[in-house]
């Protein structure tokens, strides 16, 4: 039998992709905000529902781009239950992560423990959308508001994630996507950020592009962090499939959901009627540590990759130590020792889920 990893890229046929890159051999310009990159911008806008969005080279940078554009200063709200970008975006913008314990239920940050955590010199609250859940974005939004802080979404996993029916594209003053090979939607290395404040734009471009405006005029200090017309063409094939996509990823949640709800020892994360989800990923949560690493090892001696994601807490990685101060996160400290990530992805048959559940089910 074939490994089964915990996800797999998605890709267009293969011909698809030919014909649309097939141009650029003829007009050589294959970077630079070309064609694809236009056209691309163009159709996210309208899927994600948003009046801004800029497209960069990975996700990562996109973040970075966004404490960059809005200036944050200081220290910035976040979770320690993330992937390691969140964190480390912060960092190396020079600014002070300050971790936020979360919900139980959802994985995001717990908005009801932020505003004990607020100084004078916070900045920012950067939340996560962890694995197409949403946020409590409405009382984020009311601290915001309250203590005139930036939110930065994090919303890497949530591309496609409807709430209340609408786009969560326009959340908080920015929410950066990853088009990375992994995520539900992708154009092998990429990253975009939204935004519906239009005069960001130019800064955002300028940002990923060396601050250059004009053949001779370079207005801000900017970096490199554009999107290439290879993986924009990428993007543009793959948007054709997403929502099918999505609907295949929603019949193997359901077949895990059903094969697992009545067995006591694991729980599958759910969502709340406000969620249409993308079904990014499908992490369980097992009553013990123990249990969690027993079925870790059965899968991968049946050759099935799970993940544990996300541990460590970004907050415990050995190159931090003794920097930051060290708060108490019980919540995420519990769900990191025993959440595990099963295989999801459109091309996964319902016998390897029903097969991964029976393994589950014997530990
Ligand atoms: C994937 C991911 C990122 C980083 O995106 P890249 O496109 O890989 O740079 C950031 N945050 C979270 C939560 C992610 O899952």
């Not at 915990?6 to 649309?20: A, C, G, I, R, W």
């Not at 009046?51 to 996109?62: D, E, I, P, Q, V």
């Not at 609408?166 to 990375?180: E, K, L, P, R």
């Amino acid at each position: 039998m074939k490994p089964i990893y915990v996800t797999k890229p998605s890709l267009p046929e293969f011909n698809s992709y030919v014909e649309e890159i097939r141009e650029l051999w003829d007009s050589r310009y294959i970077t630079n905000m070309g064609i694809k990159h236009k056209n691309l911008e163009i159709e996210l806008k309208s899927f994600l529902g948003t009046k801004g969005l800029t497209l960069f080279t990975n996700g990562h940078l996109a973040l970075e781009s966004s404490i960059q554009v809005l200036g944050l200063t200081g220290e910035v709200i976040t979770t320690p239950f993330t992937f390691a970008s969140t964190t480390q975006a912060i960092i190396r913008k020079g600014l002070t992560p300050v971790f936020c314990d979360i919900q139980e239920d959802n994985f995001t940050i717990d908005s009801q423990k932020i505003e004990s955590l607020i100084t004078e010199k916070t900045s920012a609250i950067m939340p996560v959308h962890i694995y197409g859940n949403i946020c409590n974005v409405e009382a984020i939004q009311k601290i915001a508001d309250k203590y005139d802080l930036k939110v930065i979404y994090d919303g890497a996993q949530a591309f496609g994630v409807k709430y209340k029916g609408g786009s969560i594209a326009g959340f908080g003053d920015v929410t950066m996507y990853s088009f990375h090979a992994t995520k539900v939607f992708n154009t092998i290395e990429g990253g975009a950020c939204t935004y519906q404040d239009l005069s960001m734009e130019k800064s955002f471009n300028g940002d990923k592009n060396y601050g250059i405006t004009g053949q001779e005029s370079v207005e801000s200090i900017g970096g490199n962090a554009k999107m290439s017309e290879f993986q924009a063409a990428m993007g543009l094939c793959n948007l054709r499939n997403i929502s099918e996509n999505i609907k295949k990823r929603k019949i193997r949640y359901e077949r895990y959901l059903s094969q697992l709800e009545h067995f006591d020892h694991v729980k599958v994360q759910t969502f709340s009627k406000y969620i249409e989800s993308n079904y990014a990923y499908l992490p369980i949560v097992c009553n013990s540590e123990t249990l969690r690493n027993t079925i870790k090892l059965k899968l991968s001696n049946n050759q099935i990759y799970s993940r544990k994601y996300f541990y460590p807490l970004t907050k415990d990685y050995e190159c931090y130590e003794g920097k930051f101060a060290s708060v108490k996160t019980p919540v995420a400290t519990k769900s990191s020792n025993c959440v595990l990530v099963l295989p999801l992805y459109p091309e996964l048959s319902l016998e390897d889920i029903d097969r991964i559940c029976d393994l589950i089910k014997s530990c």
